[in-house]
């Protein structure tokens, strides 16, 4: 709201409320009615944020463009740490330029996609016993949190 000055410098609050957008998805906000042109950005870090666009043209817009910029400081993801107490551990999502060019990029998103549907198939397969302790379930919850929200 406040009145963009180029000259300006970026003070540490602006620094702190910046929304990192590596590994993040833009969409339109289909499931939000209570205002029109809306677009919903889900963040690495699964914050969700809400923006209005002036127009549907304008709303595409902002969508492709944080989609690409998105993309382009989204290195492949880390490996998951490892640790033998058998905890699942999210990836590491670095926040650095990729090295692939668009087709390998897609190529990379595809086979990502499909290892997560089948891990997510795998995950319910095996789903949590009752009488697991609640950290045992938990985890299975965060795991399969994680599974569909990628």
């Known amino acids: 709201q406040d009145e963009y000055k180029p000259d300006k410098d970026l003070s540490e609050v602006d620094l702190k409320n910046a929304i990192r957008v590596h590994h993040a998805l833009a ?19 699964w914050r969700v944020f809400l923006f209005q666009a002036p127009s ?14 998105a993309a382009i400081f ?21 926040s650095s330029m990729t090295k692939l060019c ?11 996609m499909k290892q997560i549907a089948d891990e997510l198939a795998e995950h319910k397969l095996h789903p949590a016993e009752k009488s697991l302790k609640s950290k045992e379930a938990e985890e299975y919850r965060l795991k399969e949190h994680y599974l569909i929200f990628e």
């Open 56 to 69: 549907k043209e304008e709303m595409l817009s902002w969508i492709l463009r944080i989609n690409l910029v």
């Open 27 to 45: 969409t339109k906000a289909s499931d939000y009615s209570k205002k029109s042109n809306v677009l919903k950005l889900k963040t690495a870090d």
């Open 74 to 94: 989204s290195a492949p993801a880390f490996p998951a740490a490892i640790c033998s107490m058998k905890k699942f551990c999210r990836p590491l999502l670095p």
């Open 102 to 112: 668009q087709e390998e990029q897609l190529r990379s998103h595809e086979n990502k």
